[in-house]
């Protein structure tokens, strides 16, 4: 768990949300490109799972977005998958599994 908040740490990725309605946002701000906050993901939550999904351009190449979460009280699961073919096909570059601290 350490190694998985050092790392999320190291990017310092900040995260925030507003709620609309039924739906809700995310944005994220990294210090690898500091003062920008990225293009918000747009979803919502149905039976425990989270889908938000947003288009962006990575690299030079226009490429959509998807967070997932898994609502899991005891460890929720986020992942993020990219597009490079408008979502025809994903591929998962990261996941985070999240547990809380006892003590």
């Known amino acids: ?8 740490c190291a990017i310092a990725v900040a995260e925030a949300r ?5 739906l809700g946002d ?3 701000s990294s210090t690898r490109a500091p003062g920008r906050l990225d293009p918000p993901l747009t979803g919502r939550f149905e039976n425990g799972q989270g ?3 947003t288009e962006d351009v990575l ?4 490429v959509n977005l998807r967070f997932e979460w898994t609502a899991d009280p005891d460890v929720p699961v986020w ?3 990219f597009s490079f073919d408008r979502g025809a096909s994903w591929s ?6 999240l547990t809380r601290e006892t003590g």
Do not use: D, K, S, Y
Not at 1 to 8: G, Q
Not at 18 to 22: A, S, V
Not at 92 to 97: G, K, P, R, S
């Open 18 to 22: 507003l709620l609309r309605e039924e």
């Open 1 to 8: 768990m350490l190694a998985l908040v050092a790392a999320v």
């Open 26 to 28: 995310i944005w994220w």
């Open 92 to 97: 998962l570059n990261w996941v985070m599994t």
């Open 79 to 81: 992942r993020q998958l």
């Open 51 to 53: 889908v938000f999904t």
């Open 59 to 62: 690299g030079g190449r226009p």
